[in-house]
């Protein structure tokens, strides 16, 4: 079924209804009985789940060519010119199994497909997570390497890609190995995923010892585990790193997952983590061309306390614009995060081998390097941005197109 149509034709009840979006939902459970009084629809599955559906909600989402656009699948229900008292006035289950609806005072009938209602159920408790993948936070002592895949056949493996980008969501940073060590060979495999960011160092960036430096990461100076871009109001929510080249001594990869160290101060030191998550810090980018700056708190939360970004970045912290007596709780919760950040109970430590490639959540994890010796060999990475959205919208797909095959 590569693109079901939407609502069937009268006198074809027997055939299954379409769906308002471009996905396919098996039916895992039939629907045993229906009943309605009016406001809401209660159906009842054959594994004795009972889901509870409102009138107005089952009308705004009816697979009809009047509510939805068969082409986009965008809606073009008007809810300003719903009739007011919109009732589900009567319900049954039709010949091929949907629940079938007729509303008043419209008089606007229409099925709904069984494996689409049973995967919106929103009555059952809150509705399924929207993250496509967990999180998963980890320290060193159960995560001590990235895990790996198979770089060669990221390209054109739609399996092996979906492989690495669930662990990339789950862990926050997922390696490939033996990606051939070409240049521009990272953005190719970033746009497996979606759209890369552009920034002021370039769609693709060369991270090696410079003559001319505009970043500390273009010097062969240790960089203490931080976010890239922390001076933008919205850091790049991946990032890539390939290796070229690597035959200096040191300049090994350090990855930190942000979320573990903020846990880890949660859990024991109330006031460093009220800290974190309240006061501003600034960050300011130093360049010839560009003045970026952009203030906000080292950790974030999304409004149910979990974690939605940390901010770290020693090299562009700037001048500061907080209450005069926050400065020394300011300073003390972050130099406990930066200790933490910097102890290897928390951290992967390994040397990139040419071909390696490594993607990241750069809104979680945070990475760094040792410093090396620039005058031995060449170190030489190649590096783009893109956004988790990019990374939630691919995976979605993949799982999508596995139920459609
Ligand atoms: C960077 C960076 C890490 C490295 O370019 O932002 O942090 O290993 N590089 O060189
Ligand atoms: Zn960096």
Redesign the pocket.
């Known amino acids: 079924m590569a693109d079901p149509t939407l609502q069937q034709p009268a006198g074809t009840a027997d055939i299954m209804p379409g769906t308002p979006d471009f996905d396919a939902y098996p039916v895992t459970e039939t629907i045993a009985a229906a009943k309605t009084d009016g406001d809401v629809v209660t159906v009842s599955w054959s594994d004795g789940l009972e889901s509870r559906y409102h009138a107005q909600w089952l009308r705004e989402n009816a697979a009809d060519p009047e509510t939805i656009n068969p082409l986009t699948r965008e809606s073009t229900y008007d809810l300003v010119a719903a009739p007011d008292g919109l009732r589900a006035a009567s319900v049954n289950v039709d010949a091929a199994g949907a629940l079938a609806v007729r509303f008043e005072p419209e008089g606007h009938e229409t099925a709904f497909h069984p494996g689409w209602l049973r995967a919106h159920d929103y009555s059952n408790g809150p509705a399924a997570a929207i993250d496509p993948v967990a999180p998963q936070v980890w320290t060193a002592a159960d995560n001590a390497e990235p895990p790996s895949f198979d770089g060669a056949a990221v390209l054109t493996d739609d399996a092996v890609l979906e492989d690495w980008l669930t662990a990339l969501a789950r862990f926050g940073l997922a390696r490939l190995r033996n990606v051939p060590a070409e240049p521009g060979m990272v953005a190719k495999v970033a746009g497996r995923i979606g759209t890369l960011r552009d920034s002021n160092f370039g769609i693709v960036?060369d991270?090696r010892a410079r003559p001319d430096p505009d970043?500390n990461?273009?010097t062969s100076l240790a960089?203490a585990p931080?976010t890239?871009l922390p001076t933008r109001e919205y850091q790049p929510g991946l990032?890539f790193?390939h290796c070229m080249e690597n035959t200096t001594a040191g300049?090994a990869?350090v990855y930190v997952d942000g979320f573990a160290v903020a846990d880890h101060i949660r859990k024991t030191d109330a006031d460093a983590f009220a800290a974190l998550t309240t006061i501003d810090w600034t960050f300011t980018n130093r360049a010839r061309d560009t003045d970026y700056r952009w203030r906000s708190p080292s950790v974030v939360l999304s409004p149910d306390g979990s974690y939605r970004e940390v901010r770290i970045g020693g090299f562009l912290r700037g001048p500061l614009a907080i209450p005069f007596d926050d400065v020394p709780r300011a300073y003390r919760a972050l130099k406990l995060y930066s200790r933490l950040a910097g102890d290897p109970a928390f951290q992967q430590v390994f040397t990139?081998r040419p071909g390696d490639l490594v993607g990241f959540d750069n809104r979680r994890i945070l990475?760094?390097?040792e410093a090396f010796d620039a005058g031995g060999g060449a170190?030489w990475?190649q590096?783009c941005y893109g956004e988790r959205e990019e990374l939630q919208s691919r995976l979605r797909v993949l799982a999508r197109n596995r139920r459609l095959q």
Do not use: T
């Open positions: 960036f991270v970043s990461a273009y960089l931080h890239d990032q790193l300049g990869a990139y990475h760094g390097r170190r990475l590096g």
